[in-house]
C-alpha cells in the first residue's frame, strides 16, 4: 500500500511548499526513525517505506496541510480515501 | 517548481478528490508527448506550458528518447544545471515509471553539466540499481566522466564511452581558452541563480551542494591535491567539505593557530596564495604545521555572502608554485560559485535559527512518544496501534499531534498526581 502511494508523497512535499530538510524535520518530530536521505528516498520512490514510516511522512504532510487551511489530503496507508471523516481508528 | 509539475492548487485539488494520480503523474504528460517520436528532434521540456522566450532559463534544454525492448535511450540536449536537472530527473522517473529498467543516458548532445546533473545520475542510478535495473552513461565529456570517477558514481551506473576522443576535455573547458577571459559559462547565469534563490534552504542539500563543488574544484584545478570549504559556524570556522583527512587537518590546523590563508580569507574577505610555504613568512605557527603534511602551495578564496565574508574555498598542493594564474581563476570560479549556493541557502535558515528548530522537534517527539506509552498502557495495544490512534485523533481534530500528545499526558498527571513527584 505504502509502495502504491509513495509516489504521490514527493508532489505533497511541493504542494506544501517543504523542502526535503523541512519534511524530515517535520517527520523526526512525529517519531520518525529514518535518516533524512532514507526519507528522501521514500519521496522518490526509490526505497520502500514501511506502513508506519509511510504513514508518519503522510501525517507530517497533512499537519502542514492543516497549517494551511486544508485538510488532510494525503491519504494513510490504512485508507484510500482521503476525506477527513473516514478515520481507521479501531 | 517545474514547469510541467502540477500547480499547488492542482496538485490539492488531486489529492482531495481521492483520485490517486499515476505515479509520477504530472512528468508522465511530458513522456506522452515525447514517446512516440522516438528518435526525432528534441522537444523542449518547458513546452507543456506554452511557448519558450528568450528569457527562459530552460531554452535550449530539450531530451530525445528512443525505446529498444525493455531499454530507453534518453538523449539529453543542452545544459544540464540547476534549472534544468529537475526536467532531467522527471523524464528520467517518468521512464522508469513506464517500466523500463535499463536506461542509457547519452550526454553527447550536453555542452554543460554540473553538480545537480551529478545528482541525478546518482538518484537514477540507486533507483534502478535497488530494483535490478542498470542506468548507462554514454558519451560523456572527460571532465563529466572524471568527476563520476571523483564521486565514486562508477560504482552504480556503466560507463559507454563513445564519442569524445583521446584527450577531449568537453565543452566545461572552454574555462582554460589561452588568452580569454576565463568563464565559466553556463554555469553561473543570473537568470538561473535566481530561480534557485525560490528554493527552501536545506542543510543537506547544501553540504551536499558544497562537497560536489569541492570535488568540482579538486578535478578541475590542475594542481590541486586537496580542496576544503571553511564556513563561519557557531561564531567559528569549521570545515563543512573536504576531498580528504589531510586538508581537513590543514584547515583544524589554522583553526588552531588563528592564522593561515583560510583563516585570513575567511576574515578579510579577499584571496591569500601562498605561492611556496618554504618561503612563507606570513604565517609563522601554521607555515612549519602544513610543511610537515607536506603541503607546499595553498589558494583561499574567500566565500561571500551580502557581501560578507563567511568563509573560504581552499586547495591545497603539495607542489610549489603549483597554481598559475588560470587555475587561480579557476579557483576564483569555484569560490563564486560555493558562495552562490550559500547566499541561496543561508538566506532562510541561519544555525542559530535550525538549533532552535531542532531542540522544539526533540521536544515534540519526546512528548509523543510519551503519549505513546499512556496509549499502550491504558488501552492494551501495540506500540504501533498507539501511534495510529493518537494520529487519527489528531486527523479528526485538526490539531497537530504534539499538542494531543501533551494532552494525553497532561491527562495522566492529574489522573495520577503522585507521578509529579
Known amino acids: 500500500m505504502a509502495g502504491e502511494l509513495s509516489g504521490l508523497l514527493d508532489q505533497a512535499r511541493q504542494d506544501a511548499g517543504l523542502s526535503h530538510g523541512e519534511l524530515w524535520l517535520r517527520y523526526f518530530e512525529l517519531g520518525g526513525m529514518s535518516s533524512a536521505l532514507q526519507v528522501e528516498a521514500y519521496l522518490y520512490g526509490a526505497l520502500l517505506p514501511s506502513d508506519h514510516d509511510y504513514d508518519v511522512v503522510a501525517h507530517a504532510l497533512n499537519e502542514r496541510f492543516v497549517e494551511l487551511g486544508g485538510n488532510h489530503p494525503v491519504a494513510y496507508s490504512d485508507s484510500q480515501t482521503v476525506t477527513e471523516d473516514e478515520g481507521a481508528e479501531s | ?421
Not at chain 2, 53 to 62: E, I, M, S, V
Not at chain 2, 248 to 257: E, G, V
Not at chain 2, 297 to 309: G, K, V
Open chain 2, 1 to 421: 517548481m517545474s514547469s510541467s509539475s502540477l500547480s499547488v492548487n492542482e496538485g490539492l485539488v488531486a489529492f482531495a478528490s481521492g483520485i490517486p494520480l499515476p505515479a509520477d503523474g504530472a512528468p508522465a504528460s511530458v513522456i506522452d508527448q515525447d514517446v512516440p517520436g522516438a528518435g526525432r528532434p528534441p522537444v523542449p521540456l518547458s513546452g507543456a506550458t506554452g511557448g519558450i522566450t528568450p528569457a527562459d532559463p530552460l531554452a535550449g534544454f530539450g531530451a530525445t528518447i528512443a525505446f529498444a525492448g525493455n531499454q530507453a535511450v534518453l538523449g539529453v540536449v543542452g545544459q544540464v544545471d540547476l534549472v534544468s536537472a529537475p526536467e532531467l530527473a522527471a523524464v528520467l522517473n517518468a521512464v522508469i515509471d513506464l517500466g523500463h529498467a535499463t536506461v542509457v543516458l547519452d550526454l553527447a548532445g550536453t555542452d554543460f553539466m554540473g553538480a545537480a546533473g551529478l545528482e541525478i545520475i546518482a538518484t537514477t542510478g540507486s533507483r534502478l540499481r535497488s530494483t535490478g535495473g542498470q542506468l548507462t552513461i554514454r558519451s560523456p565529456s572527460a571532465l563529466v566522466r572524471r568527476m563520476l570517477d571523483v564521486t565514486g558514481l562508477t560504482e552504480l551506473i556503466s560507463l559507454e564511452p563513445t564519442g569524445p576522443v583521446e584527450g577531449h576535455l568537453g565543452p566545461e573547458q572552454t574555462v582554460a581558452v589561452p588568452g580569454l577571459p576565463v568563464v565559466m559559462a553556463p554555469a553561473i547565469q543570473a537568470e538561473q541563480w535566481r530561480r534557485v534563490t525560490a528554493m527552501p534552504a536545506d542543510l543537506d542539500v547544501l553540504d551536499g551542494a558544497l562537497r560536489l563543488v569541492v570535488a568540482l574544484a579538486q578535478a578541475t584545478v590542475s594542481g590541486a591535491d586537496g580542496v576544503s570549504v571553511s564556513l563561519q559556524r557557531h561564531g567559528r570556522l569549521a570545515t563543512v567539505a573536504a576531498s580528504d583527512q589531510t586538508v581537513s587537518d590543514m584547515d583544524a590546523d589554522q583553526y588552531a593557530t588563528g592564522e593561515g590563508p583560510c583563516v585570513d580569507a575567511s576574515v578579510e574577505g579577499r584571496w591569500f596564495h601562498a605561492e611556496s610555504l618554504d618561503q612563507e613568512t606570513r604565517w609563522p605557527s601554521f607555515t612549519p604545521r602544513a610543511r610537515k603534511l607536506g603541503i607546499s602551495a595553498i589558494l583561499s578564496h574567500p566565500l561571500l555572502a551580502d557581501d560578507r565574508p563567511v568563509g573560504a574555498l581552499n586547495i591545497y598542493s603539495r607542489t610549489a608554485v603549483a597554481f598559475a594564474p588560470k587555475e587561480q581563476e579557476l579557483a576564483a570560479i569555484f569560490a563564486t560559485e560555493a558562495s552562490l549556493i550559500l547566499r541561496d541557502a543561508g538566506a532562510d535558515v541561519s544555525d542559530e535559527q535550525l538549533s532552535g528548530r531542532l531542540g522544539e522537534a526533540l521536544r515534540r517527539r519526546h512528548i509523543i512518544a510519551q503519549a505513546q506509552g499512556v496509549v499502550m498502557e491504558r488501552d492494551g495495544v501495540s506500540e504501533d496501534a498507539a501511534y495510529t490512534r493518537l494520529r487519527n485523533f489528531s486527523r479528526r481534530s485538526d490539531r497537530p499531534l504534539h499538542e494531543w500528545a501533551a494532552d494525553v499526558v497532561g491527562s495522566t498527571r492529574r489522573e495520577a498526581p503522585w507521578l509529579e513527584n
